[in-house]
Each structure stands twice: as C-alpha cells, then as structure tokens.
C-alpha cells in the first residue's frame, strides 16, 4: 500500500482526486499531508506541479504529532511549524517555524519535484530535486513521525500530482523510468539507498 493524501486531514479548499494522489488547490490558503508516517530510513517521492497561474507552491514534510497536521488551518505549511521542513518555489526553505532564507531555485507549472529524505545517515537531510537534479538540502534537526505535505498560499489555484512509487501522475503514465524504489516506478532516478513510501518498505526499511 502506497502513502496516498489524507481525505482526513486536508483543508476545506483543496479536492483530493485519482485515489487521493492529486490535490487541487481553489486558490484559497490550504494544505494536504500523508497517510504513511515514518520516523527512521531513507524516502523518496515526485510531485508533478501539473497547473498553477503563478503561486509557488510548498512541498515539504511535516510530523503527524503536530497539531498543525492533525487539525489543518490555513497556516499550517511546511517549514511553518515545529517538526516541519518545506520548499517555497521562490527558493526559499521554512524549517521549524523559521524562514531559513533562499538557496537560489524555482519552481512553476510541469516542474517535477523529487523529495529525498534521509533519517538513517549520521546527518539526517531532506533535499530537493527539479526535473531529476538536486536543487536544495537543508539539515533535519529534529526526528519525528513525519509525512508528506504540501500548501498553497492562496496567491492562485494549483493543482499537485503525486507519484509514490506506482508510476503514475495523475491518469498519465510517468514518460521514462529511472532506478526504482526498490520496485517501483519514478520518473526519476532514485537517491542511493533510499525507497518509496510504502507498507513493505516500511516495515522492511522503516
């Protein structure tokens, strides 16, 4: 079972769709995070910004013992709170409540964006690749439950597609395959050592 979009846990201004792996933000401030939390092994994920008429998007990780993800409020993004990191499109990274300042990338519309976390190495990262090459990184100070997530600052509509692993964004098949997740399917070549978020690699690698 792959990690999908809480249906739980999303604010009112984002529909989920295609099995909870897409979400459509109204241009109104909101977030989704994911079903799968992990606190140990390597993670690697897509997301496709399939639309946007000009915001940048948030994509990140953020602990499932906040209540900032259990209970969702137009402020919670990641990076925004305690136990969380995130990338604004702008190329700035939010990390535990705290804007840390830019590192010098964008990101927009049929950008694919890989998330690489590493809680497993002596330096526990979370780092961001752009069309397949590594854009930012930015340390993990704090080890927690985490999950996916992602927010929209309510400066237009966005739609994100997930891919977990299955191969798909939304209903189109990823156009090239690069190394698996032990097993599954990226548009892009998987970090070294790390997986897709699943139930047996949880509990094979978690």
Do not use: C, R
């Amino acid at each position: 079972v792959y990690n999908t979009l809480n249906s739980l846990s999303t604010d009112s201004g984002v529909t989920l769709s295609n099995g909870n792996t897409e979400s459509d933000f109204d241009g109104s401030v909101g977030n989704a995070k994911g079903t799968l939390g992990f606190s140990s092994g390597k993670w690697y994920w897509e997301v496709k910004i399939a639309a946007t008429t000009g915001s940048y998007p948030m994509i990140g990780i953020g602990s499932l013992d906040e209540e900032q993800m259990q209970k969702p409020t137009g402020g919670s993004y990641p990076g925004g709170f305690t136990n969380s990191y995130g990338g604004y499109g702008n190329g700035t990274i939010y990390a535990n409540g705290s804007n840390t300042g830019s590192q010098s990338f964008t990101w927009g519309a049929n950008d694919i964006i890989g998330i690489a976390v590493d809680l497993d190495s002596a330096t526990k990262t979370i780092k961001w690749y752009k069309n397949g090459t590594q854009i930012a990184t930015y340390n993990i100070t704090t080890v927690a439950p985490f999950t996916s997530m992602d927010y929209n600052g309510a400066e237009a509509a966005v739609n994100l597609q997930y891919n977990f692993g299955n191969g798909f964004f939304g209903t189109t098949a990823i156009t090239s395959a690069g190394s698996n997740g032990n097993g599954s399917l990226f548009e892009y070549d998987v970090p070294s050592g790390h997986y897709a978020l699943n139930t047996k690699n949880l509990n094979t690698y978690g």
